[in-house]
Nanobody, 118 residues
Framework: QVKVVESGGGLVQPGGSLRLTCAASGFTFSRSSMTWYRQVPGKEREVVAAITTAGGSSYIDDPRFKISRDNVKNMVYLEINNLKPEDTAVYYC??????????????WGQGTQVTVSS
């Protein structure tokens, strides 16, 4: 079955950068789009970025975010530059090209916490 494991989060000062990693298994990764989400406690989960099988990206409204994938390692990455306190959230990835809220998903990984603070 689908399994995703997110990692790479941490405590970062404003202006810093992070690269989050999502390790996927249980499906043919190269044939699936992937989507990153984030969620702040008490708020609805929101999409951050999606990447197609061909490597095209979607949903990215902020140039600070960059999504990429490695079909050999079955991993998808989210690079966040010039981090801001409002980027503080738990970041999740999931299989497929998800909706803006990800409400259709019944499975989520544990996520990785990103905290931006001085």
């Amino acid at each position: 079955q689908v399994k995703v494991v997110e990692s790479g989060g941490g405590l970062v000062q404003p202006g810093g950068s992070l690269r989050l990693t999502c390790a996927a298994s249980g499906f043919t990764f190269s044939r699936s789009s992937m989507t990153w989400y984030r969620q702040v406690p008490g708020k609805e989960r929101e999409v951050v970025a999606a990447i197609t099988t061909a490597g095209g990206s979607s949903y990215i409204d902020d140039p600070r975010f960059k999504i990429s994938r490695d079909n050999v390692k079955n991993m998808v990455y989210l690079e966040i530059n010039n981090l801001k306190p409002e980027d503080t959230a738990v970041y999740y990835c999931n299989k497929g090209y998800g909706s803006r809220t990800g409400a259709e998903y019944t499975y989520w990984g544990q996520g990785t916490q990103v905290t931006v603070s001085s």
